[in-house]
């Protein structure tokens, strides 16, 4: 069972557009929602991240759009450059749960000169 | 300094091998994990450690045994080695338990099994 779905599984867009990516969870009692952003040969690493009881967050050219009553939330990258080329991941975790944190699939993303 | 070091980068193998993955963190964690990266991307976690006592063990093969020595150390030994074992393991560390802030991750070891 998914717990976290993410689409689209690959995206392709100009320098200088908008990046959306998109994912939805099931468990409601999930209370924190990181993105993650990797690099080919390294390892994922923390890009933003938001509490459910925000609708947005943002920071530089990344922003973190929440819907809780949708269970969905979205990373809009604006002015996309190709060197945020990389494969982004959401995730979801509780805190009970002993932190652990489910994965969405990965979302790979081309920005193109 | 490496905040979450793991060693070795790459290991390739042979089929029914032993082999271990050591992993240290130097940012003061309470907590460690072992996460399992397959060949379409994906991430799940394996283990999860927090001050040298298991807290989370998942649906893993018992051929995979992690030991935490100390807080900031985490290795994960694997028998027996399957041609299904070949993936990129992550490490990663997060502050404390139920606190998964700031998690950190190393930067991957590629196992392939021959």
């Known amino acids: 069972q998914q717990q976290v779905k993410q689409s689209p599984q690959s995206l392709i867009v100009q320098k200088g557009g908008i990046s959306i990516i998109n994912c939805a969870y099931e468990n409601t009692a999930f209370d924190y929602f990181p993105w993650y952003q990797q690099f080919p040969g390294k390892g994922p690493a923390l890009l933003i991240a938001?509490?459910?009881?925000?609708s947005e967050k943002k920071e530089g050219r990344f922003t973190i759009s929440f819907n809780k009553s949708a269970k969905q939330f979205s990373l809009h990258i604006m002015d996309s450059q190709p060197g945020d080329s990389a494969t982004y991941f959401c995730?979801?975790?509780?805190?009970?749960?002993?932190?652990?944190?489910?994965f969405g699939e990965g979302t790979q993303l081309t920005v193109n000169p | 300094d490496t905040a979450v070091s793991q060693t070795p980068k790459y290991l390739v193998t042979q089929m029914g091998n032993d082999k271990s993955i050591k992993c240290e963190q130097n940012?003061?964690?309470?907590?460690m994990y072992w996460y399992k990266q397959d060949s379409k991307k994906f991430l799940k976690i394996m283990f999860s450690y927090n001050n040298k006592e298991l807290i989370i063990n998942e649906t893993v093969p018992n051929r995979f045994s992690p030991k935490s020595p100390d807080k900031a150390h985490l290795n994960l030994h694997i028998n027996s080695l399957e041609l299904g074992d070949s993936a990129v393991y992550f490490c990663?560390?997060?502050?404390?338990?139920?606190?998964?802030?700031?998690?950190?991750f190393g930067s991957g070891t590629r196992l392939t099994v021959v």
């Open positions: 938001i509490r459910p009881d925000v």
């Open positions: 990663a560390s997060s502050l404390r338990q139920g606190f998964p802030y700031g998690y950190t």
């Open positions: 995730a979801a975790s509780r805190g009970a749960s002993g932190s652990r944190l489910t």
């Open positions: 940012l003061g964690h309470d907590t």
